[in-house]
Each structure stands twice: as C-alpha cells, then as structure tokens.
C-alpha cells in the first residue's frame, strides 16, 4: 500500500493475522455456550454486540455517522437487508458448530469467494478472466462431489456462502465502517433479539441466570467476540494491501476446517477430501489470477508514473548558475 511504513504495515499484518485467527478459533467458543440453545445465543450475541460496540463508539465519539444513516431512507432499508442476512449467517453458524458439522461449516467460507464471484457475474454483469471462469467450474464441481459423498446437498456450507456474500454484497453498496455497520446492525437486531430473550425468560427456558454466574458472563461475552475481530479486521485493512487479506481470509475456514477434523473428530470419508481438495484447487486458481492481476496492474501503474516524469522532447532549458542546463 503506497505510503505505509514498514511498520505500518508489520502493525496490519498482525491485525490480519488476529482478527482472522479469532475468527478460525470461534468454533471453541460456542459449545462453552450449552446447554443455551443456538437461538439464545444468537439473541444474546445481538444484544451485548450493541451494548459493547455503543460503548465503543460512544469512548471515540463517533456519531456523525448516525445521523446522516436515519437521513437516508434507501441506506437505511440496504442496513436492515445486511441485519437480516447476517442474522441468517450467524445462526446456521452457530447452530452448525454446536450440532458437530464444524468442517462442513468451514467449506461455507472456503467457497464463499466463488459465490461472491458467481454473485457479481449474475446481478452486476461482471466479466471474469479465463482463469476465474476455470475456478468457478471447478467449485460447481466440488459441490457435485461433496451432495453425492454428503448424500445431499452441503446446505450448510451453501447457507453460509450465500449469505456472507449476500451481506458483503450489500455492506459494499452500504459503504460504512465496520465498526459502525455492526452497532447499525445490530441496533435493527436489539429489539427482536431482546424480545426473544424477555420471552424465554418468561418461558422459564432461559439459560441465562439459571445456569450460574460463569455461563451469564460468557454469554454476555459474544458481544466483544463479535466484535474485536472487526476492530482488528479494520486496523488490517488501512494498512496491508488488499491481495495481502485476501490470502489472509483462508485462515479462518483452515483453522475450522482442522479443528473440526483433530478437535471436535469430525469424519472425513474420501469422498469428502475429494470435494474438499477440488474446493482448494479452485481457490488456487482464483488466488493466482488475483495475484497476476494485481501484478500487471503494479506494472502498468508504474509504467504510467515513469512515463509521467520523463523530460519531454523540446522542452526549452535555461541556464542554471554555474552554467549547467536544466529543463524550464
């Protein structure tokens, strides 16, 4: 990235590295979470993810934000899209991990930037390279692979994938941070979140209170697990080069994918690592097309530059002191 230091960038790269660590490890995070069931969870994460980014924002008063949001209507309305496709995105998630199908949970992430790509090509009429086209067949593949060795379609992972992209598709057009986009978020989650939580209450089927202290701490803890990965996702992003995090999102499903085969003991018949293997040759193809994209365009750019500071033919020169000649 044009101006950061080498310890700028050193400051991003470890940013990278913590908010896409934290995110590959939280499937150690919501089993602690039993015997709440996946809907409280996903409720209680709403609610203290508001109450812990609001505090934020209000220690950096940062608020102008807000207001020109609640101006504008049709943002508005793209914020209540993204709350409800990542509410959607959350819950599988959380459900997925806890009902023991953290590797078919992984594969979600590892295909969503062939969806993302798919997703681009169909609603923004985007044209893909030859080497992307490859990768998408490949990915279409590897879901054929895995509906036969799964016995059905991984919906898991296709839930997971398409609503991340769907949610990143819409945060693009929305275009806030990601600090303010989540306490937008879930300020259009508090209140149905909230109301649940008050329901179940009065059901006598909350885990909150009747499980002790330490299970009402960790609970109300999903609010900084939600958002310290943002803070440090945001603090990577102004300082490394976007080709740089896009390597680093293969972190997360990596770190996913083997805790779900030497943590939690998931089985991978051969088939599965056929489905798998061709999911990680399709993201090779995609990373190397990236790579040769961004690569032509530092030369083309560098060329532009040189080009520009080239002293042009016939441009007079005057007489410097000392009698040397330099351009006018």
Known sequence: MPGTSKGEHRTGLLNGFAAYGMWGLVPLFWPLMKPAGAMEILAHRM???????????????????????????????LVAVAAAVITVNWGVYIWAVNAGHVVEASLGYFINPLVTI??????????????????????FAAVVVLTVGYGRPPWIS??????????????????????????????IQFLPALGYLLWLGAQGHSTFTAEGAGHGALLASTGAVTALPLVCFGAAAI??????????????PVFQFVL?????????????????????????????????????SR???????????????????TEAPGGASVDA
Request: aromatic share 10%; charged share 20%.
């Open 299 to 317: 030369k083309t750019l560098a060329a532009l530059e040189s080009k520009a500071t080239e002293p042009r033919l016939g441009t007079p020169r």
């Open 158 to 187: 296709l839930c997971l994938a398409f609503s991340f992209a769907t949610y990143g598709l819409v945060k693009k057009k929305v275009g806030l941070g990601g600090v303010e986009s989540l306490a937008a978020e879930t300020a």
């Open 47 to 77: 609610v203290w993810s508001l109450l812990f980014v609001a505090g934020a924002l209000l220690f950096v008063r940062r608020w102008a934000w807000a207001g020109e949001l609640l101006r504008r209507p049709r943002r508005l309305a």
């Open 239 to 252: 300082r490394v080069p976007l080709s740089t995090l896009g390597l680093l999102q293969y972190l997360a």
């Open 118 to 139: 798919a997703m681009g090509v169909l609603l923004l009429k985007e044209r893909l390279r030859p080497l992307q086209w490859v990768a998408v067949a490949t990915g």
């Open 260 to 296: 779900g085969i030497l943590y939690f003991h998931e089985a991978m018949p051969p088939e599965r690592w056929a489905g798998f293997a061709l999911v990680w040759v399709a993201l090779l193809l995609l990373t190397g097309s990236a790579l040769h994209s961004a690569r032509r």
